[in-house]
């Protein structure tokens, strides 16, 4: 069970950060986003997850959102990244690669960082 | 869209009620298409909607750290958020013990005085002190009524008051807040 609660605060941490990545390329509606992180079993969030936590980035003005419709049902609402999203997907980006070299190199030297 | 989908929405805009209108609207609007499309690509309406989970916690998840990220709060309102959390909070450190106490204490009093009246009236108990020096024995009683009384009125009161002020407190709570 410890490890259960242990991946969730990790991946609660980082879903911002994926969700912003996965809209920097292209605009995505929300079921896009759920399936993208689906791909991965690790990263897999549940729509009761990842609507309200867009709403927010939104509030935050880090992501966008507009209204498409779409062919094969209903009108789709969909993200962008804002100037500041980038902003900050980039300091997020440049953290996480400090913090996963760090705690490589510390697996790798079996617990010394030098 | 069937009824449960139907029920769903009605619950989850329901509890959507410190959105303005657009904004609930545009959420609302989200969830549907979700579900319209999930439906149509041959999904199981069940499981859409567990997916989605409980409308309530749904809901919640949207305005659950509403006040803070409904719009850019100004250094303002940063500012009154801030003292009203330390102000209230010292006041409360004072307030609610003092009257938590006063309360218990009198309620105690107001229990035990006439027990205690009636004790010393039928035996004289060296260890019960109600004026036996000034008051004769026959007026032990009555007495000890109205202390009991007396107490039970202060306690009466400064529940009262605790409750006002609790009162007070979540109303100023969201006041501040919202």
Redesign the interface.
Known sequence: MEILEWTTQVRKGLLKFCIMTIIRQQPRY??EIVQLLQQSDTLAI????L???L??LV???FIDSYWQE?E??????YYTLTDSGHIFLEEMSTEWNKISSAVSLLQQNKGEVQ | MGPKSVAYLEQFERKLEKFSEDERK??V??????I???L?QGQLEVTILA???DPK??AK??T??YYL????PSVLQMFSIGSYYVGSSILSMMVIPLLFTVALGFLFCAIIAIPLGVLDTLFEFSWIEIGSSVLPRSLYIPVTVLISLASYIIYYLSKKALKAYLKFLSFTHRRVTS
């Open positions: 929300g079921y549940t729509e009761g997850t609507y309200p936590l709403h927010r509030k935050e003005q779409s094969s049902g209903p009108p789709r609402k | 545009d959420v609007q989200e969830i549907r298409g979700h319209e499309e999930r149509l997916n989605l989970g916690k749904l998840a949207y659950g750290d990220h409904r719009s850019k």
